[in-house]
């Protein structure tokens, strides 16, 4: 058997179907080890699920007799001292080969193949090209969708449609109506804004894994900006219905207005993403204007450990916003209601 074959025999990744293990091999690092070299220590907190595939390991506790594990015996199936922090020093008894999975995609993958079965496997990963185990990656290590739950990702996978784009082609154009969000599979895109003067002003260039679209889904306005291929790629669209039954709630989180000034009084920090103008004839105090055109372009001076609340008029621009920065890994809310909301209590 190759190592790989030998790999798919470990618990769980048994468990995988061949697409998905096919993904998780693709990430998994291969080593050959001499006698006596150390694979990890006591105490070990990584992400890492390690296999034995031949040869063997000792692993040693603090104190206390030390365990051999043999390639050939039923202990190998399984992962080496798997409980985080490591409760065992891994090393080499004789020379050895290792699988190191990433542990957080095979768990991953396993919670999409199990919420698929208990759903009936009604919604599972059909269209072409899905399968790539690049394209899946990707959108399995985005934070975002990290948040979704698993049966939700296996729709998403279901329901998108592949779209074949070529150079200048434009994907979306301002002023249209929303009809669809996009994910770039391959390829690069520029997004642009036309101001009133007349003039057009590229905002961002976006590359493989990065979504685009969701602005007017989100807040039901036209579209605020041109998105024009760079390149030849290949584009994955989602219907707006289908976008807001599985991408919307999961991904934009809300909070009330007393919420909100706790969340501040801890340091979360509050942003305005309404145009300059309005932000100028009256915002809360301590907001910091970036309105929702302009975010992208200025998403990188937010600092990603702190939280982050979002407003505008009525919700639907910080909706979009917040959807936009959580696909960046922000933790970020929405002032449920807007400044209407304060409006109203005051």
């Known amino acids: 058997m190759t190592e790989l074959e030998i790999l798919k025999t470990r618990v769980p990744i048994n468990a995988l179907t061949a697409d998905n293990f096919k993904t998780l091999a693709s990430k998994t690092k291969i080593e050959k080890l001499p006698a006596g070299q150390k694979l990890f220590d006591i ?4 992400n890492q699920t390690i296999y034995l595939l031949s040869g063997e390991v000792l692993l040693k506790p603090e104190s206390g007799k030390e365990r051999v594990i043999q390639s050939d015996t039923d202990a190998a199936r399984y992962a080496l001292a798997q409980l985080k922090p490591r409760q065992f020093t891994g090393v080499a008894g004789t020379e050895a080969v290792i699988a190191r ?3 957080d995609l ?3 993958l396993l919670a999409l193949e199990q919420a698929a079965q208990a759903s009936g496997g009604m919604e599972v990963v059909e269209f072409d090209g899905a399968q790539d185990p690049e394209w899946i990656m990707r959108l399995l290590s985005n934070e975002a969708f990290q948040r979704l739950p698993p049966s939700n990702i296996n729709a998403m996978f279901a329901r ?3 779209v074949e784009v070529k150079a200048n082609q434009i994907v979306i154009r301002q002023g249209d109506p929303g009809d669809y969000y996009y994910l770039i599979k391959n390829g690069r895109a520029s997004v642009s804004r036309k101001t009133e003067a007349g003039k057009v002003v590229v905002l961002v260039e976006l590359g493989e894994g990065q979504g685009v679209g969701e602005d007017a889904l989100l807040s039901g306005a036209p579209r605020n900006a041109t998105v024009m291929m760079l390149t030849d790629g290949v584009l ?3 219907a707006k219905k289908d976008f807001d039954e599985l991408l919307r709630e999961p991904m934009v989180q809300s909070v009330t207005q007393p919420e909100a000034v706790e969340m501040v009084r801890a340091g979360a920090a509050l942003i305005d993403v309404r145009l300059e103008d309005e932000h100028q004839r009256g915002a809360i105090k301590g907001s910091v204007n970036m309105p929702l055109y302009l975010l992208r372009l200025k998403v990188a001076s937010l600092d990603p450990k702190r939280k982050y609340i979002v407003y505008c008029q009525t919700g639907s621009r910080s909706t979009a ?4 920065l959580s696909q960046r890994g922000f933790d970020v809310y929405v002032l449920r209601g807007g400044l209407n909301a304060l409006a109203r209590a005051a």
Do not use: I
């Open 43 to 46: 105490g070990d907190t990584d």
């Open 101 to 103: 999975v990433d542990g």
């Open 106 to 108: 095979l768990d991953r």
């Open 160 to 162: 998108m449609e592949p």
């Open 236 to 238: 994955m669209r989602l």
């Open 321 to 324: 916003a917040a959807f936009l």
